[in-house]
């Protein structure tokens, strides 16, 4: 059937969308940050929603943009500033953040379709229903449209900054020393993943996209010596995620975005025990090789 | 409004509930570990999800021990694997929290589908609603935190070493590894039973927020539990009546906003790191330079034109400050009987001669010790000292006295004083 495609399709999309911009996030060692971001794009998402009603207009993708920016300064500078460990800032900031917008959909959006639901889980066959209609045939649904911008915009971005983003990744000092602008780097990579935050939130919920952002690069660099096969690796495995997360998916008549989790939670699982770099049987599959 | 007697266990359930994830919340984050505590929260959907698949009844004993062991193995997975450095951390925790969460998805989704029909509200577990909490749920959350409590307090000197030196505490004779068992269990319990009434991810705020809030009132371990615990009662009560009062509002968001609040004022007008102790301790440290200043000034003119009192315009000459300034600073300096102040005319007492001498004797010093050692012209001397003279202690006086000998002029033929 044609909507089984788009569903695979605008899934591994999403996956290669979180996973290239992830692959950085993870190197740099800001993981939760994103789990942050992802919670704390909520509000933005919610004020947004109450004036434009729709869950794919540009306006959805500015509010989340500019609540996730706010995120990542107040971590940071409370942070910095005020002596508070990092890891605590994050905590406070972000569940008051997601709190803020739990508020604001039920004490304001019960008026119009959003729920909490939606925002938590995600489902990927909602988003087929909405399509994109030119000249009166139908072109797919916007979802994909959206989530193939997005891909453009991440990949012209990693492609466009790919020497400044690898050095910042590996030795931020460095990086500043030599004159890249770091901080101007840092805010846009945050921008980029509260817009693809946002872009795939309504096919995997906010928690599960944290699982595309981290665990989708950390198989990947398990697997890889450098840092392109990373990236093209993560684009794979997330490729045969999405399409064996369908499988699994169909098989037992379960919810698409968490079997595609479950797929990459096993993939992660398997990385883990065989990766030839630091796997837990490195020892007794790759020393007697020698 | 009058108060159902539901509203009292609520109540209740929330002041233990607030104490006892104070205390293991300031626990994690004095260890800096304050996300494994998310980890922990996401981690209990699927033990959840088993529980209500493998017992088809929505029983809390069952949900509590399914959800608290997922949570368990998943904290086991993350320090383990942390342990033998296969993967940094962060990506640890944020891809345990967010696969063990996409499993318990998948379950519920699974769940939503079977024909039994009394599967609404496990979703109660996500979001929390305290207003359905029931006697049952309030005296488990009641005997889970007195246990807490009790094997705090019993183990409090452990507890404080296993904390503070891990190393330390490697070295002694204790089962430690108990300790963290112990810990780990609790936490996971406390998450199980809390969250029916904040929700899943609101649960972490409770362990955060709190501890982060102490941090800008008090500097003591026990000092910071027991704001922790009184501020968190305080802003759960306040959310439970927020919620209870004004339609479409959770109970969890709102405690966690009125938290947000609190830590926002905290912020801005804590006792230590916040906003307003550091304008005040630049304050502090502005107002003693000019003090510094002014009674050097005051030295200085009494030396060249050799009179007893000097008046406030030449003061306002020799030190550039606003005369508004210099009678605050003059104020100041007669409660503290440096200075004798009437009618604009200013002496110095024996003790403001004694300290404006040593201000000007340092100054002089220090000029001395520049041209000397580090051979710099005379004109570059006076910025320099005119910063230093306000830090050089004691000992370092003495210091520069002994190396230069005790020298009587400075580089401009002055008298060091």
């Given at each position: 059937m044609i909507s089984d495609w788009w569903i695979i399709v605008n899934s591994a999309l999403t996956a290669a969308c979180c996973g290239i911009l992830g692959s950085f996030i993870i190197l740099r060692r800001m993981s939760m940050l994103v789990d942050a971001i992802s919670h704390a794009v909520l509000p933005g998402i919610v004020i947004a929603y109450l004036f434009?009603?729709?869950?794919?207009?540009i306006w959805l993708l500015i509010g989340a943009g500019l609540s996730g920016f706010a995120t990542v300064w107040l971590i940071e500078s409370i942070a910095k500033?005020?002596?508070?460990h990092e890891d605590a800032s994050i905590g406070s900031i972000y569940t008051s953040m997601f709190a803020l917008g739990i508020i604001l959909i039920s004490s304001l959006a019960f008026r119009v379709d959003l729920d909490q639901e939606c925002v938590l889980y995600g489902e990927v066959?909602?988003?087929?229903?909405d399509v994109l209609v030119i000249n009166g045939k139908v072109?797919?649904?916007?979802a994909f449209y959206l989530l193939l911008g997005i891909f453009i915009i991440n990949l012209a971005f990693v492609l466009l900054n790919y020497k400044q983003l690898k050095v910042m990744s590996f030795d931020g000092v460095f990086a500043s020393t030599i004159g890249i602008s770091t901080s101007i780097l840092h805010y846009t990579l945050m921008g980029l993943v509260s817009f693809t935050t946002v872009a795939s939130f309504e096919m995997v919920g906010s928690i599960l996209v944290i699982a595309y952002f981290t665990a989708l690069p950390a198989i990947a660099y398990l697997f890889s010596y450098s840092l392109s096969a990373m990236l093209r690796l993560c684009i794979l495995t997330g490729i045969l995620c999405a399409v064996s997360g369908y499988f699994i998916a169909l098989w037992w008549g379960v919810s698409v975005s968490g079997a595609t989790v479950l797929s990459m939670g096993i993939c992660l699982l398997v990385a883990i025990f065989v990766?030839?770099?630091?796997?837990?049987l490195k020892p007794w599959l790759y020393a007697k090789s020698k | 409004m009058e108060l159902l007697p539901s509203t009292w266990y609520i109540l209740i359930s929330a002041l233990f509930l607030s104490v006892s994830s104070s205390v293991l919340g300031s626990i994690l984050f004095h260890k800096k570990q304050a996300l494994i505590g998310d980890v922990i929260t996401h981690a209990v959907l699927p033990g959840v999800c088993i529980a209500f698949l493998v017992f088809r009844e929505k029983n809390i004993f069952w949900f509590l021990v399914g959800g608290s062991s997922t949570a368990m193995l998943a904290t086991y997975i993350v320090q383990y694997l942390h342990r033998k450095k296969v993967l940094s951390e962060d990506i640890l925790l944020a891809s345990t929290l967010s696969i063990f969460f996409g499993i318990g998805v998948l379950f519920l989704s699974y769940i939503q589908q079977?024909?039994?029909?009394?599967?609404?509200?496990?979703d109660r577990f996500i979001?929390?609603?305290?207003?359905?909490?029931s006697l049952l749920d309030a005296q488990v959350i009641a005997i889970i935190s007195v246990a807490i409590l009790t094997l705090f307090i019993l183990g409090f000197r452990a507890v404080k070493i296993w904390v503070f030196d891990i190393q330390f505490a490697g070295t002694l004779n204790f089962p430690f590894k108990i300790v963290e068992a112990l810990f780990i269990v609790f936490l996971c319990l406390l998450v199980m039973t809390g969250l029916q009434s904040v929700g899943i991810v609101l649960m972490s705020a409770m362990f955060v927020l709190p501890p982060s809030i102490a941090h800008f009132w008090k500097r003591s371990f026990t000092g910071g539990i027991i704001v922790a615990g009184l501020v968190s009662f305080v802003a759960s009560a306040f959310g439970i009546m927020l919620s209870l009062l004004v339609p479409?509002?959770?109970?969890g968001p709102a405690i966690v906003v009125s938290l947000f609040g609190v830590l926002i004022v905290s912020l801005l007008?804590?006792?230590?790191?916040s906003l307003y102790s550091k304008l005040k301790a630049k304050k502090r440290h502005q107002d003693k330079i000019d003090e510094e200043h002014v009674l050097k000034s005051l030295y200085k003119l009494m030396e060249s034109i050799k009179t007893e009192t000097v008046d406030i315009f030449a003061l306002h000459k020799a030190t550039r400050m606003s005369f508004s300034r210099i009678e605050k600073i003059c104020k100041k300096l007669e409660k503290r009987k440096l200075i004798k102040f009437s009618n604009n005319k200013i002496q110095l007492t024996p003790a403001g001669k004694a300290a404006s001498k040593r201000i000007v004797r340092l100054h002089r010093l220090w000029e001395l010790y520049l041209s000397e050692?580090?051979?710099?012209?005379?004109?570059?001397l006076h910025e320099s000292a005119e910063d230093i003279e306000h830090y050089i202690t004691p000992e370092v006086e003495a210091h520069l006295l002994t190396i230069m000998n005790f020298?009587?002029?400075?580089p401009h033929q002055k008298d060091i004083p």
């Open positions: 434009t009603e729709s869950l794919q207009s500033r005020y002596n508070l066959s909602h988003t087929l229903f072109a797919g649904p916007k990766s030839p770099k630091k796997g837990l | 079977l024909p039994w029909g009394n599967q609404s509200g496990i979001f929390g609603q305290a207003s359905t909490l479409h509002i959770p109970t007008l804590g006792k230590y790191n050692y580090l051979q710099l012209p005379e004109d570059h020298p009587k002029k400075d």
